[in-house]
């Protein structure tokens, strides 16, 4: 589905405090599998994972979606690309506080310029999903961490999107939250999602529904499993 082709990712090229984020990485992402980028803090994992998701452009290499090579079109086709493919759970979760739930939800897909009626409505079939339905019109700041980042899964999934990407998204959740997170994301693959996780945590990378953990060190992978 995603190909990568020998990939660079340079910060303040040509500056005294030059940084190879990632050095001549090559990855296919599998479609409908769950890939998790491991590695520890500054291998390059969330580099890659903005790089995959069209949030960053790599310095040199090329990468495709659905055989489609996307490095070199001009940035309002990647935003259309951004939007339509892939849906996004970061680790601070990113929510905009002093809206309620709902309307978090629906905010990715403002731009595309769908019926105010139509959205509202799938955005609550989301969250009733995730059984947030009673808590839609709550402000995000008043919900707990559990609660948040089931909103954030929610708003990843309102554009219907083919890849679901998440970046440390155990990190800010316990135990039993970190299990109950990788249970939605099983369910999310089962209905045919294809997911990339970028994780340090065992529960996430040691997980059965994980069909290939992809280990970074420095910018580079070490090992392909």
């Known amino acids: 589905m995603i190909q990568v082709r020998d990939v660079r990712k340079v ?26 980028l491991k590695g520890p803090s500054g291998s390059g994992k ?12 790599p310095t040199s290499g090329r990468i495709s979606l659905l055989d ?23 680790q601070q979760f990113n929510l905009i506080k002093g809206i309620t ?3 978090n939800v629906m905010v990715p897909a403002y731009p595309t310029g769908e019926k105010q009626s139509s959205l509202k409505a799938r ?7 995730f059984d947030m339905g009673r808590k839609a019109a709550v402000r ?22 083919l ?4 970046d440390e998204p155990t990190a800010h959740l316990d135990t039993r939250l970190s299990h109950e997170f990788m ?6 693959k089962a209905k045919g999602k294809t997911l990339i996780m970028a994780s340090h945590d065992p529960v996430v990378h040691e997980s059965a529904m994980v069909d290939r953990v992809v280990e970074m060190r420095d910018g580079e992978l070490v090992r392909k499993d």
């Not at 700041?141 to 999107?161: F, K, M, Y």
């Open 140 to 161: 995000v700041e008043w919900l707990s961490g559990g609660e948040a980042q089931r909103v954030t899964i929610a708003r990843a999934l309102v554009n219907d999107p």
């Open 11 to 36: 910060f303040n090229a040509g500056k005294p405090n030059e940084f190879v984020a990632i050095r001549g990485v090559s990855l296919s992402i599998e479609t409908r599998k769950a890939t998790v």
């Open 101 to 103: 739930a709902l309307e």
């Open 123 to 129: 955005a609550m079939e989301l969250l009733e999903l």
């Open 183 to 188: 249970e939605i994301m099983d369910t999310l």
């Open 68 to 90: 489609r090579e996307i490095t070199s079109l001009p940035e309002r086709f990647l935003t259309e690309i951004r939007r339509g493919s892939f849906g996004f759970i970061f």
């Open 46 to 57: 969330t580099t890659l994972l903005s790089l995959l998701g069209c949030m960053a452009r």
């Open 163 to 166: 890849v679901i990407i998440a």
